[in-house]
């Protein structure tokens, strides 16, 4: 999700064009707030992957367009998988493949509970919520992500205390 667009922002001066897709339409409205002067964004409210009545492409409420299968070179998943559990992630794993172009590549994160703030945060958390946090391995994310038809090509080697993402999440 592109949430209210404060990756968003940054990428868009750098690309051709820059496809917003979004859960939330409230979270969408800030995004197009976040991007009011970015004449090559497009902003697109759909089902999403978290359930398994995924919406898929089409012309249906909330569905992905059409247009937009195999047709990104690039995607990003930032801050998002952390609020999903692993089927969930699973889902949206195989939306990004079938959202990439061939030869394209994607970038994701999510939150590791081997790195220490990772540890330290799900130690803190009660339970798992779709406000919090879902934990799991670089070994859970390498299985998922294999199996939705993904291969890593480039890792954070390990944790790094000098940033709060690359200390708690695995990127």
């Not at 990003?76 to 590549?105: E, W």
Request: with cysteine; proline share 5%; charged share 15%.
């Amino acid at each position: 999700g592109s949430g209210g667009g404060r990756v968003a922002s940054v990428v868009a001066p750098r690309v051709a064009s820059l496809a917003c897709f979004d859960v939330s339409a409230k979270m969408l409205a800030a995004a197009k707030k976040a991007l009011a002067g970015a004449a090559n964004a497009s902003f697109h409210h759909v089902h999403g992957d978290a359930d398994p009545a995924d919406a898929g492409y089409g012309t249906a409420p909330r569905a992905y367009p059409p247009a937009c299968a195999a047709a990104y070179d690039f995607v990003y998943c930032f801050d998002v998988m952390v609020h999903l559990d692993a089927h969930a992630m699973y889902r949206c794993f195989k939306r990004i493949r079938s959202l990439l172009a061939p030869g394209g590549r994607a970038f994701v994160s999510t939150a590791n509970l081997l790195a220490p703030d990772g540890f330290a945060r799900f130690e803190a958390q009660a339970k798992y919520s779709v406000g919090g946090f879902f934990f799991v391995t670089p070994e859970t994310s390498h299985c998922l992500l294999r199996n939705a038809g993904l291969a890593v090509v480039r890792e954070l080697a390990a944790p790094d205390a000098s940033n709060t993402y690359y200390n708690r999440d695995y990127l």
